[in-house]
């Protein structure tokens, strides 16, 4: 594998399921991110974790919970969604920024999920 | 609060027919500036990034420019598989978690007719 990738690919639940997204990430970086995208609405970043530590958290709705056990390994566990959370949710890492110097976000494929 | 403009919202070319892709934006100080390439049902592919006015940047037909308030995203005799949307970025001099924060535009959808 190669890159950042994600699974699942494509997630249809309820509004009282439970699940999870995976995001592995074989570049190296010591940062990752959670992004919402939304039809006719620009990126929203969610969650950031640098270093396996969480620093951004969007006002993020407690019915999205992440979890980044390594820094290869990112989660985002759902519980109890709302139509309005179907989006495609994406994952991306990087280097951490490092002073003055900042480093480009690489993007997974992202999961499309549907809620019913 | 740091936004990002991009226009035209959608833009139909003839394959070969040059145009360009703006992206306006507002930060307080600007540390880099991203254009990414996103296909459908896909996640973005990084393809540029500037980091300050008078820069420049090539590859194959797309040529990325920046001056202090925009940038430009120039294609050369596009190709049908230059189809896409283009999203341009921002990463504003914020400390802290905010250094992580990427502000996105909406997108340019770009579709070259053979």
């Known amino acids: 594998e190669t890159g950042v990738t994600q699974t699942p690919r494509h997630l249809v639940m309820g509004m009282t399921n439970k699940k999870s997204l995976k995001c592995e990430q074989h570049?190296?970086?010591?940062?990752m991110y959670w992004y919402k995208q939304s039809a006719k609405k620009p990126l929203e970043l969610m969650f950031v974790?640098?270093?396996?530590?969480?620093?951004e958290n969007n006002s993020v709705p407690s019915r999205f919970s992440p979890e980044c056990p390594n820094s290869s390994h990112l989660f985002l566990h759902l519980h109890t969604l709302q139509p309005e959370d179907s989006a495609l949710y994406l994952c991306?890492?990087?280097?951490?920024?490092?002073?003055?110097?900042?480093?480009?976000?690489?993007f997974g494929p992202g999961t499309r999920l549907t809620v019913l | 609060e740091d936004q990002v403009t991009q226009s035209p919202e959608a833009l139909r070319l003839q394959e070969g027919e040059s145009s360009s892709l703006n992206c306006s934006y507002t930060?307080?100080?600007?540390?880099?500036l991203f254009w990414y390439r996103q296909d459908p049902g896909k996640g973005p592919e990084f393809l540029f990034t500037?980091?300050?006015a008078g820069e420049e940047k090539e590859k194959e037909r797309l040529k990325a420019t920046l001056t202090k308030k925009e940038s430009f995203l120039h294609i050369t005799a596009p190709k049908p598989e230059d189809s896409a949307t283009y999203l341009c970025?921002?990463?504003?001099?914020?400390?802290?978690?905010?250094?992580?924060?990427?502000?996105f535009g909406k997108g340019t959808k770009l579709s070259v007719i053979p």
């Open positions: 500037l980091y300050s």
């Open positions: 991306a890492s990087s280097q951490g920024p490092a002073g003055v110097t900042i480093y480009e976000q690489f």
């Open positions: 570049l190296g970086h010591n940062a």
């Open positions: 974790y640098s270093l396996e530590e969480r620093v």
């Open positions: 930060v307080s100080g600007l540390r880099g």
């Open positions: 970025a921002v990463q504003a001099a914020h400390s802290g978690a905010g250094s992580y924060q990427l502000t």
